[in-house]
């Protein structure tokens, strides 16, 4: 019997496609996700914004704050059908609401523009868990097609050259809920596919 592939291709053969002399293309994606709430969203954009002009770096904070949970691949290379399992593996979770309380910042890589990024200090081992379920609802339902994911929590918050990691001024909200969205880099935009409530 022959191998059967959710995507056009295996997806550890598929490669990226880089755009001429900048790196890596912009990016649709299809990703499990934990967006901040509108207070912590705007708390972590100024924190941003301010470092950013404190040390007079180029570029602004980013757009759609989240925790990725899992990334899935390129929109256009996901076959319509993989929504259903995708759906089924979302509609699998169960987990309670909790509270999540970022007070690090810290550059995630020595990369000369590399992300900046919040890490939690509380919220950290439920992250995880929601990720562990996602993670055995893929290898459950199709087995060795995804490749494996290190999840580390963080909220990535702009791009800037190095600084030192410093403790913040805590910014929290509870977790009500996870999405599976579309991102669509070039556009700073997200498309919620399904959003899936955490029970009390």
């Not at 570029?59 to 759906?87: E, R």
Request: proline share 8%.
């Amino acid at each position: 019997m022959s191998e059967l592939f959710l995507f056009d291709e295996p997806p550890r053969a598929r490669r990226r496609n880089r755009s001429a002399g900048d790196g890596f293309a912009p990016r649709d994606m299809v990703l499990f996700l934990v967006h901040l709430d509108e207070p912590a969203a705007a708390s972590a954009n100024r924190l941003a914004r301010e470092v950013i002009g404190e040390n007079g770096f180029r570029g602004g904070p980013h757009s759609n704050l989240h925790f990725t949970l899992h990334p899935i691949d390129d929109f256009a290379a996901v076959q319509p059908w993989l929504f259903d399992i995708l759906f089924q593996v979302g509609d699998a979770v169960n987990h309670r609401r909790f509270e999540v309380m970022c007070d690090q910042l810290m550059r995630w890589s020595s990369e000369p523009r590399g992300p900046l990024v919040m890490i939690p200090g509380q919220g950290g081992s439920e992250l995880k868990a929601v990720f562990r379920q996602i993670r055995a609802g893929l290898d459950f339902l199709a087995p060795r097609l995804f490749p494996k994911w290190s999840f580390s929590p963080h909220v990535t918050l702009a791009h800037t050259p190095m600084l030192d990691r410093r403790t913040i001024a805590p910014i929290g909200w509870t977790v009500g809920e996870f999405c599976l969205v579309r991102s669509i880099q070039a556009e700073a935009r997200h498309i919620v596919l399904r959003r899936w409530p955490l029970r009390e």
